[in-house]
């Protein structure tokens, strides 16, 4: 099993993302491969906490086809991180090729009400054998 990982850092809010092929679900031979991604949202420094409001996803192929994704909240769910707080969870993406990437945001409020974009940096999604 191969993980990519990536991590970006805006406001004292950490994006940690990885990413791995998930090869029983997955059917080259029709074009469908599945990839699961954990992603760890963690208020490292921001002194007021922040509740995320709603996520933004590009995802794209190696063909260059992108999807944009965007809704409320994540997994159903719309976390509030004070100081030293994380939520966690686990999604996925389907592609048409054996190699791809994501990259996207979170639009988190504080109490005052100011929106923050987090940024989620850009994270492989690739077979064991694409990675080169």
């Known amino acids: 099993m191969v993980e990519t990982e990536s991590s970006a850092l805006t406001e004292g809010i950490r994006v940690t993302v990885q990413s791995q092929y998930v090869a ?18 963690h208020n490292e420094s921001s002194p007021e906490p922040m509740h995320l409001e709603t996520r933004h996803w590009i995802i794209r192929d190696q063909m260059g086809h992108e999807e944009e994704v965007r809704g409320p909240g994540v997994v159903g769910e719309h976390p509030r991180l004070s100081r030293g707080e994380a939520f966690e969870y686990t999604s996925g993406a389907v592609l048409k090729t054996p190699r791809g990437e994501m990259r996207g945001s979170y639009q988190m409020r504080r109490p005052d009400g100011e929106l923050v974009d987090v940024a989620i940096a850009p994270f ?8 080169n």
Do not use: D
């Not at 492989?124 to 990675?131: E, F, G, I, N």
């Open 24 to 41: 029983e679900h997955s059917e080259p031979a029709v074009g469908r491969y599945v990839f699961a991604y954990r992603v760890v949202i």
């Open 124 to 131: 492989a999604l690739a077979m064991p054998h694409t990675l």
